[in-house]
Structures are given as C-alpha cells and as structure tokens.
C-alpha cells in the first residue's frame, strides 16, 4: 500500500535517492547530506515546537509499504520569508489618461514585493516516475492540505506554491534573459544554485529599485509571466482544483505563478471531515459503490495519510484491517477524510482506473525555489 508520512532522520538515504533522480531542476531537494539531515532534523523540532516560528517546516516522504522503500517527498513551510526575505514580482496596473486626446490606456508593471511574507508554502514536490499514475500524484501533494487541516492551529491566514515557469526549447528562460540578466550578471541555473545554498544576499543587492513596465520588455518575456513549465502544468490545475488562484504574484527569475489562497477557503477545510474508523476481514461492498478518499490520522507524531477506495457512513468510515494497519489506526479511531478529487464519483472512478491520463500526477516540481 502507499502511505505519506512525515520524514525522519532514517530516511536520509532515501531522501538523496530521490534528489539524484529529480535532477539539478529541483533547487530544494539537492543531493547534499549534511542538508538533508538538516531538515529532517528540523521537522522533529517544529512537531515538538522546539524552533521558533521563522525555521518551522515539514517534510512527508511517500512510501511502498509492502517494500518499505521511500518513492516520494514533498515540503511545507510553515511561515516563509521570516529569516530570509521571499520575493516576489507584484503585478500592477496603471492607467494614464488624457482629457485633451480623449484617451486612455492601461499598462502594467512588476514590482518587487514581501508581500507574501508569513504565509505558509507547499514546496520540494517530487514523486519517482515509477510511481506515477493511480492517484499518487495527487496524494503526495494534497496531503500536506490534509495536514494543514488536521493541525490548523499551527499555520497562519495564508498559503502559496512558486510554480515552475516556462523554458523555451532550448532550457532557457526568456523572462530571465530579458529581465534578470540584465541585473545580476550570471546566468540563470548560477542564480538558481546560489538560491538553493541560502546565498540570496545578491538578489537584494542587484534587483531593480524600480517597477519594471511590461511594455517594454521582448514579447517572449511578456508570454512568460504567470505561465507555467509544461511539466508542472498538471500540478497548477491539481492547485487549482483545491481552491488555489493567481493573484498579481510571479516569480522573479523565470516569471512562472504564484498560486496563493486563504487557507479556510480551501476545499479541504470545506469538504474534509472526521469519522470514526470501522474495520472488517476485507471489503464487501460493491466496487461501483466505492470511491477513493484521502484519509489521515490525527496523530502529529505518527501522521500518515492513504487514499483508499471505500464509502462514507453517516459519522463511520468502513476500512479493510490492511488499509487500518497500514494508517496505524485501531477500531473507534478519529480519521480525516475527503475525496480524492472533487467532482470524482464512483461510476466515474472505474472508468478512470482503466483510462486515466498518463498526467494524473504532479509531474516533478511545482517549485523552484526555497
């Protein structure tokens, strides 16, 4: 069965597997071991509360529980900018008018923003290709939602994802080559690296003191703002399926989104709730009548999350003594549970076992940047 659960230090080799595999694209999960330990440290001290609020985070590792093998990891931050500025460019919008010709346009124009500090952020998505497809894209990423609605108490009014932006066919950034290089003298995978290290000094140090009209920038610069790499682009609609939106904020390397939303509008805090756990030898409920849930435990220290097909009854939620063991859950136990997708039914789950898209998965990164 898959399983997400919060990492431990155990997982480190299993952490710098995946990180080899993601690649240099994925700036915040480096094969680098003295980091890795780090923040798997660092999770054990934010669930006891032990590290102030600026170093807060989270880390959940997917896991085979029939091989024990760790196939996926992704982040939360739980207040991000505190420490280390979080910038972004801000969209804005002019309009210069005329009486005496009688016109008026409207224009646009990026500023460098804080804005967004304090709000917690999903990051370091990754999921091995071996393992994607079947829903296990979805439940990597949505159970840190889940988590944030288990655990409200510990997040603040907002949550945002830096989603990766737009490469052309060659690996470069148009946005970057017309806007940033200008700045900063280095090429972007160099800027990017140096982000990943913590070394952002250079960024308040080198960016533009002054908002940055759209107008003038290349048009292949201008078609990259708010657009997402192709690869991320099933991710940002998952995002967005969840209550997540665009609003006026890009990243200010390559110009990709900035989803953000208010974390009690989000479709978990509306549509998840508890259930007391009823468990039986196997399941003997017509497979038309069941559909897949997200289901998490309530137990910081020992969080996993599964998504299960089975039903809801009234307060009770029916599981199999293997989907119950494997969530580490006993009879009479309180679980979170919601569906998988929102608008997902039975009949339409069996038809998507058989011929769901090959991008039913949040396909590498979301994120780009710490």
Known sequence: MIVVRLGRP??????????????????????????????LERVQRTIEHTVALCEQGYLFVMEDTASQRVVGVSGLEVAVGMKQPFYTYRIDTNVHGSLALGTWRMSEKLSVSHDLTGA?????????????????????????????????????????????????????????????????????????????????????????????????????????????HVDTTPARRLLESEGFRLDKHIDIFEGGPVLQARIDTLRVMRDSRRYNVETSRSSTRRATAQQRFLVSTGSIEDFRVACLSTETEDDVLPLTREQAAALHVAPGALVRAMKLYPNETASSMTTALTSWPSDDVDRGCPVTHP
């Open 10 to 39: 155990a997982d480190v080799d299993a952490l710098l597997a995946l990180a080899e595999k993601a690649g240099p694209g994925m700036t915040t999960l480096k094969p680098d071991r003295i980091a890795q330990v780090a923040r």
């Open 120 to 228: 917690t952020e999903l990051c370091t998505l990754f999921l091995d290709p071996d393992f994607r497809g079947n829903g296990n894209g979805a439940l990597l990423s949505k159970s840190r939602l889940m988590f944030v609605a288990e655990f409200r108490e510990r997040f603040g009014e907002h949550i945002c994802a830096e989603m990766r932006g737009h490469f052309d066919e060659n690996g470069a950034s148009p946005f970057w080559d017309a806007l940033g290089a200008h700045f900063y003298g280095i090429g972007f995978h160099e800027a990017d690296a140096l982000i990943a290290l913590g070394k952002k000094t250079f960024l308040a140090e080198l960016m533009p003191r002054y908002p940055v009209y759209v107008d003038f920038l290349p048009k292949t610069a201008r078609d990259c703002i708010g657009r997402t």
